[in-house]
Structures are given as C-alpha cells and as structure tokens.
C-alpha cells in the first residue's frame, strides 16, 4: 500500500511551521512513535486508512522520538507511552490518546474534534 501524500515526516526543527503553522489550515494528527514500539508498528496501517479517508481536512504528521531532537518535542507535550497522538488545530492541542486504538476510536476522536 502506497503512502497517502497527507502523511508526513516531521521533527523538532520544523514542527513549528510543519504542524502548528499548519494546523492553522487543516488539522493536524501528530503521531509520536518509536521503531521498538509494537503497538507503533500495528497503528501504522490504521493511521494509512484515517489519512485517506480525511485527506481533505487533516494530514498526518509521524515523528520518531528516538531520532536526533525529537525527544525534546515528546518533553514538551509530556508524552508518557508511544504511540501517543495529539491532534492540532488552529495552533492548539485539541486532543490526545496513547496507544494502537481500532480504527472506529480514532474516527471518533477526529470527527468529535472537526
């Protein structure tokens, strides 16, 4: 399965302009993630799934925390467990869950939210 184009790499040097500028636009689903984290592993697909069927109103942004800075980013919004994901809009955290949750969760979650 290809990528959806709404899916994106971000990471502490353009989180600001990459999510939080941009969620200004079109809501923002951050997904923290680490590559030893199997409930990271099993959300992946779900999360192709969500960014295709809301490509109009929200992109997805993966930040690994293990790589480079990222850590500080997962500091800063007090990240406890991965997968943790915040969804931002309009420059705000407007919610947040941890964990591989089934798709019909996060549908729920975007659409109480949009």
Same mark, same amino acid.
């Not at 959806?4 to 790499?9: E, L, Q, T």
């Not at 951050?30 to 984290?37: I, K, P, R, S």
């Not at 919004?77 to 994901?85: A, H, I, N």
């Given at each position: 399965m290809h990528t959806?184009?709404?899916?994106?790499?971000s990471d502490l040097d353009n989180f600001q $302009?990459?999510?939080?500028? +941009? $969620?200004?636009?079109?809501?923002?689903?951050?997904?923290?993630?680490?590559?030893?984290? $199997?409930p990271c592993r099993v959300i +992946?697909?779900?999360?192709e799934k969500i960014a295709t069927e809301y490509k109009n109103?929200?992109?997805i942004a993966k930040i690994e925390?293990?790589?480079d800075e990222n850590m500080k980013l997962a500091g800063r919004?007090?990240?406890?467990?991965?997968?943790?994901?915040i969804l931002f809009i309009n420059g705000e955290e407007s919610g947040r869950f941890s964990g591989a949750?089934?798709?019909s969760f996060i549908r729920s979650f975007?659409?109480?939210r949009l």
């Open positions: 959806p184009d709404n899916i994106f790499i $302009s990459l999510v939080i500028e +941009a $969620s200004h636009h079109k809501a923002i689903l951050v997904d923290l993630w680490a590559e030893w984290c $199997s +992946a697909p779900v999360l109103t929200l992109a925390v293990d790589e919004y007090q990240v406890r467990g991965f997968p943790t994901l949750k089934p798709l975007i659409d109480e």
